[in-house]
């Protein structure tokens, strides 16, 4: 089997269409022709067709999304919402930016099915603000399904209403994890909430809400379209489907590929060209710098939910950053934490003193005053911060810390011990004592 | 009362107006975009504009509007040329983009050239990291820069000389970003049709296309299962 057979263009297929982006291209393209067919049957017969499909969140935790969705109480007087998670930020991540701006009418469309199926009558997709352009055509196509009769009240003549409002954030990292985001959108700090209660039953404005991905909502009519059973010939059992693997560093031919999960690194640099000539593989995240590096002893791990997380890392957002034999595993943890430490937005003491700091630990070792002794702070401080704070940021700081020194101690050991020259200067350690 | 326009008045209230009643605190973050769109910035008399409009205290919208990066608390450029030096973007030159443009332009992070143009400032991931180093203009995406490339970019910025986003709309300027961000359309002729897709992007697709891949047994009339069949599960 040529590796080529790996690749799955569903979410993706519509990129190759320059205009795909305007509606009557998209309805060209089989658009709208699933939210027509999901509006004949009751929503309670969509909700088991994606759990029938096994779909996963696609946003970086791999919950199921039909599971997710039956969690909202029904016939319980309160307004359900949908709020679309479009605040893609994760480190390595880069797949959900190009499918609004290339097929925005996808999103909109699984925003219309999935709210229909939960009983919501108003949806918000949260888009990061930096995400203009991702935007413009967001807010463009939700303009066109408005026109069209696919927005608004009695949608196609099925007595279902919803509003679809694109709401730009404004630069916060956190946004992306759910409750944050949710506090966000109420117009407050970023700031993630204690759970429970979940969002199912206490969201947007404490009333039951459905959180998902971009590529999660995108996933819906095509999951609608061609049934379960379709859905699940790509995909492993517990991974079904196709994804969308963010490929970037130090290979020929960086970009999104989209691929049947479970696929190999071995396979997706193969698809990629190969590595960059004279670099080799030496560590990469399988999904994002939230999740523990992996080596070239790794190349032949199933890149699906379960197969990453028992290799002892996370599928994650599929963000596969590739590093070689030229790039420092310690300089680019260092760069990492001064990003958590950036982001990090100060309710929980453990993410907001523990990652101040390792940055701090961190700038000493790579300006060459480091000592054995930081090596223990450093695991003391990550294992401090791990599971104790409410949301999943300063876990996620401590992932490339632990696995780091788990597969390359001895590079913290040569700037230590002073075989490896100080990659920080003096100036750079202003404060680090 | 501030001295905002009566058109940002007249916005304000449609932004105000798209969420649901009883919950317009919704509307704060829109609201700052929106300040912005008249000052650069979010200066003490947008904070009290956005307050007076959602019966928020000063203090309650000084806390937002600090919390979130691309609210500015002092006068911006015309244009904002943001760098990433995460770490992807970093071991593939971005922190030498970000070195070069600082010196040549005499400005640190955050900061703004004197004649009023260009705002440099380091980002965090900005979601392109297949087109690594990331720089973007007015957050529009400039794709494959060095540190030579970058620097003749802000020249061009700062004479006047028209650039062109890679992947996204004709520039704006950032005052003009800032009504978009607020959740108005891009009402310039063409510019949401701007911003071909690039390579990177489409390798995966274009590779399955060259190799006549796609998913079998595809076949959009298949039955949805009624189990439920209009009764309760």
């Known amino acids: 089997m040529s590796v080529f057979e790996k690749l799955t263009p569903v979410l993706t297929k519509r990129w190759l269409s320059p205009d795909a982006w305007r509606l009557d291209v998209y309805e060209q393209l089989d658009g709208y022709a699933a939210l027509r067919k999901a509006l004949q049957v009751h929503p309670d017969d969509l909700i088991a067709l994606v759990k029938d499909s096994g779909l996963r969140g696609r946003g970086g935790a791999g919950f199921p999304t039909g599971l997710k969705w039956g969690f909202i109480p029904q016939n319980d007087g309160k307004p359900h919402y949908l709020v679309i998670n479009a605040d893609e930020g994760e480190p390595g991540t880069c797949k959900d930016l190009p499918l609004m701006t290339y097929d925005p009418h996808a999103l909109v469309e699984g925003a219309i099915i999935a709210s229909y199926a939960i009983r919501a009558n108003r949806a918000f997709i949260y888009i990061r603000g930096e995400a203009v352009h991702a935007a413009r055509r967001l807010r463009h196509a939700v303009q066109e399904a408005y026109k069209a009769g696919y927005l608004g009240q009695n949608i196609l003549g099925s007595g279902f209403d919803l509003d679809l409002v694109v709401h730009s954030g404004a630069g916060a990292y956190i946004c992306g994890e759910e409750t944050a985001l949710l506090d966000s959108l109420e117009g407050m700090r970023g700031q993630p909430r204690l759970r429970p209660p979940f969002p199912a039953t206490h969201g947007l404005y404490a009333c039951p809400t459905v959180v998902n991905n971009v590529g999660t909502i995108a996933s819906v009519p095509y999951i609608v379209l061609g049934g379960a059973a379709w859905w699940k010939t790509m995909g492993t059992e517990k991974s079904s489907g196709p994804m969308i693997y963010s490929l970037s560093g130090r290979i020929q031919q960086p970009g999104q590929y989209e691929c049947s999960l479970g696929i190999t690194l071995r396979e997706l640099i193969e698809l990629a060209g190969g590595m960059t000539p004279g670099h080799n593989l030496r560590f990469w995240t399988p999904g994002g710098s939230s999740t523990p590096l992996l080596t070239a002893d790794h190349l032949d791990v199933p890149l699906d939910f379960d197969s990453v997380a028992a290799a002892g890392s996370i599928l994650g957002t599929t963000a596969t950053q590739i590093f070689s034999d030229q790039d420092c595993p310690v300089y680019a943890t260092y760069r990492w934490l001064e990003f958590y430490h950036h982001e990090s937005c100060g309710k929980c003491t453990p993410c907001r003193e523990g990652n101040y700091w390792m940055v701090r630990v961190y700038r000493r070792i790579l300006s060459g005053q480091g000592s054995h002794e930081d090596l223990d702070t450093l695991l003391d401080t990550a294992d401090n911060i791990l599971g104790r704070s409410f949301c999943g940021l300063g876990d996620g700081a401590t992932s490339s810390v632990t696995s780091s020194l788990q597969y390359f101690k001895q590079d913290y050991l040569d700037y230590i011990e002073g075989r490896k020259a100080p990659k920080l200067s003096e100036k750079a350690l202003a404060g680090a004592h | ?233």
């Open chain 2, 1 to 233: 009362m501030s001295g905002f326009s009566t058109e940002t008045y007249a916005r304000a209230k449609e932004i105000i107006a798209r969420y649901p009643e009883g919950k317009q605190r919704s509307a704060l973050l829109p609201l700052l975009h929106l300040v912005q769109n008249e000052d650069g910035h979010v200066s003490p008399e947008g904070v009290a504009f956005c307050a007076e409009q959602l019966g928020l205290t000063k203090a309650q919208v000084g806390a937002v509007a600090t919390f979130y990066t691309m609210y500015k608390r002092r006068p911006t450029g015309e244009y904002l040329v943001s760098v990433c030096t995460n770490t992807m973007c970093d071991v593939l030159g971005g922190q030498s983009i970000f070195d070069a443009l600082s010196d040549h332009l005499g400005v640190g992070h955050d900061e703004t050239t004197p004649d009023g143009k260009i705002t440099l400032e380091h980002a965090e991931c900005l979601a392109a990291c297949d087109y690594g180093p990331v720089v973007t203009v007015n957050y529009d995406f400039v794709d494959g820069l060095d540190p030579e490339s970058a620097v003749r970019l802000t020249e061009d910025l700062a004479a006047g000389r028209p650039v062109q986003p890679s992947r996204g709309a004709r520039l704006c300027s950032l005052k003009e970003m800032a009504l978009q961000l607020a959740g108005f359309a891009d009402e310039r002729d063409g510019a949401v049709a701007d911003g071909p897709a690039g390579e990177p992007t489409l390798r995966g697709v274009k590779l399955a296309q060259q190799y006549g891949i796609s998913p079998a047994g595809f076949d959009l009339n298949t039955p949805i299962p009624s189990a439920a069949n209009g009764a309760k599960q």
